[in-house]
């Protein structure tokens, strides 16, 4: 079983912000777990790179369980044909509750400001994407998460909205399955809440292939990404545990990662918060790799080809035209924010150190593809 499952963490470079989670939090964590039934041959630890991960603390063979994470423990956010709101909803549901059963659970989430993925991301950025389809994909998630805000029980809060506006939230109000009153009571609830609940759930949850659930499961979430790990987690049909299979024989000691996918940069960064680990030869980002369609939701499950172009001299032509003009736009294409020192701000550096990347696997590329035609590279 290779991916079933989507899940992420929000790191940059591999710099997993659960680092920033207090260790008795984790602690409390680990023991609310065992205390349900669940069992855990990892720990938490640093590694070489000064990375939060997790470790294993006993030999465990290929096939065999590196944790069992019971079903008390996992928060069931929903189904996959449901609306975004569910899982958004079902999250503020156990944040807002001081008495929520998932308590040691919640405790372990980033924090509202160690945590940014297109649900939260502020409107500021949305220029710096320098791309139609990502900047609309922002758009659309400050769009939504509003017009759920402003229906209070079938009821808008606003009074100078346009007609239209009115209907198009009258309409996602209608295809939502519960309201925030439903799921929350009269507690107070901000459109920050709300972009908060819908990054954590989005970041988090993981999706088996038949029960076709939403669910949110403890301490495997962890692990820090790696796109050819081969470790997994059992299927969790109907059963009282979600194991984390070992997909090779491990070694007391060795960090334990887990594959969240054949993730592109691009869309790392837009649904997960973090930029994956440099590859040799680079990758074209989604966005720029020549089977993308904005018209068709990517899929886990059927990815972008990891082959290079290839095809008759007049298609590998027209895809060279195709990477310069995607390549030369992007280098004309000004930034939407004045330059930032380093390390200032977190989500101006990944989305600069995002362009980068996609320049230099669009030259990559384009390099290749020119040297095969036995034409000028012309940059």
Not at 106 to 126: A, F, H, Q, R, T
Not at 156 to 173: G, K, N, V
Not at 182 to 209: F, H, P, Q, W
Not at 273 to 297: I, K, T, Y
């Amino acid at each position: 079983m290779r991916r079933l499952l989507v899940l992420a963490l929000f790191f940059l470079g591999g710099s997993n912000h659960a680092s920033a989670q207090p260790l008795d939090a984790i602690d409390n964590l680990f023991q609310w777990v065992r205390d349900l039934g669940g069992e855990i041959n990892m720990e938490v630890r640093t590694n070489p790179s000064g990375v939060r991960g997790i470790f294993a603390t006993k030999k465990v063979v290929e096939t065999g369980y590196l944790a069992s994470i019971p079903a008390s423990a996992i928060l069931n956010t929903g189904s996959l044909n449901d609306s975004f709101a569910v899982p958004t909803l079902t999250v503020l549901r156990e944040l807002k509750d001081p008495h929520s059963r998932f308590k040691p659970y919640v405790d372990m989430w980033p924090k509202p400001d160690g945590l940014l993925n297109s649900c939260n991301l502020p409107e500021k950025y949305i220029g710096m994407w320098k791309s139609a389809h990502w900047e609309k994909n922002q758009k659309d998630w400050l769009y939504y998460l509003t017009a759920l805000h402003e229906v209070r029980a079938g009821m808008l809060c606003t009074s100078d909205s346009s007609i239209l506006s009115i209907l198009s939230i009258l309409l996602i109000a209608a295809h939502t399955q519960y309201t925030i009153e439903e799921m929350v009571g009269n507690a107070t609830v901000t459109l920050d809440d709300l972009k908060y609940c819908c990054a954590i759930s989005s970041t988090r949850y993981v999706s088996t292939a038949r029960r076709r659930r939403l669910l949110m499961a403890p301490i495997f979430d962890l692990a820090n990404h790696e796109r050819e790990c081969l470790h997994t987690i059992s299927s969790y049909e109907t059963a009282d545990f979600l194991h984390v299979v070992a997909g090779e024989d491990v070694e007391e000691g060795q960090e334990i990662c887990y594959s969240y996918g054949s993730l592109r940069d691009d869309y790392a960064v837009a649904h997960y918060g973090f930029l994956p680990a440099l590859e040799d030869p680079p990758r074209l980002a989604l966005v720029d790799h020549w089977q993308f369609d904005p018209e068709s939701p990517y899929s886990h499950d059927d990815p972008p080809s990891e082959e290079p172009f290839e095809g008759t001299p007049e298609e590998m032509a027209a895809e060279l035209a195709r990477l310069r003009d995607i390549y030369t736009k992007l280098v004309k294409t000004p930034d939407t924010l004045p330059p930032t020192p380093k390390g200032q701000d977190y989500m101006y550096d990944l989305l600069k150190a995002l362009e980068a990347r996609r320049l230099n696997a669009l030259s990559y590329e384009i390099t290749r593809l020119s040297n095969v035609l036995e034409v000028k590279r012309d940059l």
